[in-house]
Each structure stands twice: as structure tokens, then as C-alpha cells.
């Protein structure tokens, strides 16, 4: 789907990201020298190896995805590492489901709330969603700090052991100007396939 709204420059993007997260796999190695081996998650494609050096491999993804189908849209990676579930969302974290005259964003708002902003995530690797202890989130702070004024980290909720860290690759320092972009969009809801008998 075609409409206007903000571009990202996903060189910008993919070098800020994929720097968070060398620096975090590398430091959270030696901190949590006990922790599973890192991993990488995702539907496809297959066989790329659990290294900091495979985000070059997800990073020419990206690049693909962006020059051949879309500038919006919600793809993303899993790398676990450390006692931490990241997910990375280069080009946003939103898609579009539905019919053109209804169309509803992953979180199921209205398409006019569709957000673009690249997107990085940090959870519990055990438990997403649940507070990842004092020691986890104070690595994080350490590692993130709270808000450099390129990227914005937000840490939820705020205080010493945070159930999700959220860093925001805002249009002000990542963006590439305003124009077409090409979204994502689905014909059927995300939830479709499940409420059929």
C-alpha cells in the first residue's frame, strides 16, 4: 500500500542498531559468562549462524526488503543473547491488515496510527514480559544509558527492574524526509486465521 509519511535512512538505521546491539552481545558475554549461547530467530531465512558478525547477513535483508518491496513494515529478528530477548525492527513494527476502506495496524488501531519508527526491543530471554531483575535492567542502563539524544531508550516501567527496554530510531536523527512510502499490508487481520472453526 502506497501513502505519504516519513522516510527512514535505513544505513542510518542498520549501522545505530546493529552497534547497540554488537556492543550489548559482547558486554553481556562477559557479564553473564552463564547464560545459553547466543542465538538468532526467525521465520526465514534459514541457516544464518548465531554470531555478532551474522547482523551484516540480516542487515543485507533489510536492504532487499527495502529496495525491492517495502519501507514500512512488520519484519523482524529475534537475537537471544545473554539473559536477553531482543527484537530488532528496522522498518517499524506496524503493517497494515484488512480491506483498503478498513485497514488496521498490527496493533489493530485505525491505518492513520501506523508507526514506521525503527524499532529495537529488550525482554527477558526466559520470561518476555515479565521484569528481567535488577542486574539485567542495570546492564542495560549501563550499556544504553537513558536517552543519548540520537536514539531513545525508554525503560518500562521506570525503575530498577524494567519489563521491556524500547529504543526508538526517531525521524529527527534517522529520517530521510517526507514522501511515499511503500507499507506493508495484509488481506487478512492478524487474527483471522485463528477465530476461523
Not at 170 to 187: D, K, M, N
Request: hydrophobic share 45%.
Amino acid at each position: 500500500m502506497l501513502a505519504e509519511g516519513p522516510r527512514f535512512d535505513l544505513e542510518k538505521v542498520l549501522a545505530a542498531g546493529h552497534g547497540i546491539l554488537r556492543a550489548l552481545i559482547g558486554r553481556a558475554q562477559m557479564r553473564f559468562p552463564d547464560a545459553a549461547p547466543m542465538e538468532l530467530v526467525s521465520e526465514e531465512p534459514e541457516g544464518i549462524p548465531a554470531t555478532a558478525d551474522s547482523l551484516e547477513e540480516i542487515a543485507d535483508i533489510f536492504r532487499e526488503i527495502k529496495r525491492d518491496r517495502y519501507d514500512a513494515a512488520d519484519l523482524h529478528f529475534y537475537a537471544q543473547f545473554g539473559p536477553f530477548l531482543a527484537t530488532w525492527a528496522p522498518l517499524g513494527f506496524d503493517a497494515l491488515y484488512g480491506s483498503m476502506a478498513n485497514c488496521l495496524t498490527s496493533a489493530e488501531a485505525n491505518w492513520d496510527a501506523l508507526d514506521p519508527t525503527p524499532t529495537l526491543f529488550f525482554m527477558s530471554r526466559d520470561r518476555p514480559l515479565f521484569p528481567m531483575g535488577p542486574k539485567a535492567t542495570k546492564f542495560l542502563k549501563e550499556v544504553l544509558g537513558d536517552d543519548d539524544g540520537v536514539v531513545h531508550v525508554d525503560f518500562v516501567p521506570h525503575d530498577a527492574d524494567a519489563e521491556i527496554v524500547v529504543v526508538r530510531f526517531f525521524h529527527e536523527a534517522f529520517g530521510a524526509g517526507h514522501g511515499p512510502i511503500r507499507i506493508c499490508r495484509y488481506l487478512e487481520g492478524p487474527c483471522d486465521e485463528e477465530d476461523e472453526p
